[in-house]
């Protein structure tokens, strides 16, 4: 197996156990659009754990820079207007559809949710969907 | 209970998630894209994200939803929602619209543009802007509708005289 798929599968079992954290610790669903748009409907005593998961998200790229570590590489996105379409897209989406690929596609799938199923087989198809109409119909 | 366990915890996590991200590299666009092109230059490795976050987090959840409650809160908090509506499915659509767009979904652009990579602040902007609106849009379909926008058909019968009536 290539070593990279090795560090895919780490990577990902550190997201298990990280989302296992949040369920263990704080009984939430380790969803992050869900966690960032529910800021937006505030709750009394509802909102600082969910700060407080997004600043360790975005903390975690600042190390992983700061550290020499990694350099991100982001030469694949679109241009600007289109790459805007997408995040409003993906703002959107998300939450009418309760979830991202956290929320449905690891936490909602572990669950065994058919709303979950059902999102992320959708997401996934037309997100494939639309990569193919890009590379290959252009 | 203490009031600034859960709050560790939940940064914990957060971090966790992110070095997972890293790691597992979610956060290079390119190579998600290339994982969506099944008809081109299918890169596999992100199936082995999802396997192994599955794998981890399945048992976990399942032993943890039988204590009777989380380590640092009162309760469990967790999804009651059942039913597949329409809003499911075409949210899941337009999502997976943006996805294949940009290789980016929430996860990743947070931790990118906490980085301070300049398209992925571009990019957190615009998903909040998508959530914001998200937001104005529920608002305005739960706002009760002025009699006078609503559909004679909706109340007529309220005060339909029927012909014996008359």
Excluded at chain 1, 14 to 28: K, Y
Excluded at chain 1, 68 to 82: E, I, M, Q, R, W
Excluded at chain 2, 120 to 142: D, I, N, R
């Amino acid at each position: 197996m290539k070593h990279e798929w090795w560090m895919a599968l780490v990577g990902g079992g550190i997201l298990g156990a990280a989302s296992g954290l949040l369920l263990w610790a704080n009984g939430r669903i380790a969803g992050v659009s869900g966690i960032v748009g529910s800021t937006l409907r505030p709750r009394t005593g509802d909102v600082a754990w969910r700060l407080a998961f997004l600043i360790g998200l975005a903390l975690a790229g600042w190390g992983a820079a700061a550290l020499g570590k990694v350099h991100f590489d982001v030469t694949a996105l679109p241009g600007t207007s289109a790459l805007a379409f997408a995040g409003v897209a993906v703002g959107l989406g998300t939450r009418y559809a309760n979830g991202c690929t956290s929320g449905h596609g690891i936490c909602g799938l572990s669950r065994g949710s058919l709303r979950s199923l059902v999102a992320t087989g959708t997401f996934m198809a037309v997100a494939a969907g639309t990569v193919f109409a890009v590379r290959h119909l252009g | 209970m203490n009031k600034i366990l859960p709050l560790a915890t939940a940064l914990a996590s957060g971090l966790l998630f992110g070095a997972g991200l890293v790691l597992a590299d979610m956060t290079n666009p390119g190579r998600v894209l290339n994982f969506l092109d099944v008809a081109g230059s299918f890169d596999p490795t992100l199936a082995f994200v999802m396997g192994g976050a599955i794998a981890v987090y399945a048992p976990l959840y399942w032993l943890g939803v039988r204590r009777k409650r989380p380590l640092t809160v009162n309760s469990f908090d967790l999804p009651t929602l059942r039913r597949i509506q329409p809003r499911l499915v075409l949210g899941a659509a337009l999502f997976g619209l943006g996805w294949g767009l940009s290789g980016v979904c929430p996860g990743p652009a947070l931790v990118v543009a906490g980085a301070g990579v300049a398209p992925l602040l571009l990019f957190g902007a615009a998903m909040m802007a998508g959530m914001v609106a998200y937001e104005v849009l529920e608002w305005l379909a739960a706002r009760p509708r002025p009699v006078s926008e609503v559909p004679q058909a909706d109340i007529a019968p309220a005060f339909a005289v029927t012909p014996a009536e008359r």
